[in-house]
């Protein structure tokens, strides 16, 4: 059974930085993506991440603060996030796909439950 469980969120100031974990179970995928979702607004792409070369793709909200990584042996998903707003409080879902490297959610067939990042100004 394939599975993704995020971890990490949490409450952080303006400024802080927070490490979000998607571990995948089952099977291992072409491509994982980190996606988010704040009330009221549609779900908006945040980087994603080819598992064989690593080749990463980001969102213009994340360039410069946010990285995406992955531990190959922990089949496991990081996305390091610094610099951090209240404009990037959200859930954030861990996302996966087995084509390329896509910035829609329609792209993605396998999601997690998603972890809430609250970010205090």
């Known amino acids: 059974q394939v599975q993704l469980v995020e971890s990490g969120g949490g409450l952080v100031q303006a400024g802080g930085s927070l490490r979000l974990s998607c571990a995948a179970s089952g099977r291992t995928f072409s491509s994982y993506a980190w996606f988010r979702q704040a009330p009221g607004k549609e779900r908006e792409f945040v980087a994603a991440i080819r598992w064989s070369g690593g080749s990463t793709y980001y969102g213009d909200s994340a360039k410069g603060r946010f990285t995406i990584s992955r531990d190959n042996a922990k089949n496991t998903v990081y996305l390091q996030m610094n610099k951090l707003k209240p404009e990037d409080t959200a859930v954030y879902y861990c996302?996966?796909?087995?084509?390329?490297?896509?910035?829609?959610?329609?792209?993605?067939?396998?999601w997690g439950q998603g972890t809430q990042v609250t970010v205090s100004s």
């Open positions: 996302a996966a796909e087995d084509y390329g490297l896509g910035s829609t959610a329609n792209e993605y067939d396998y």
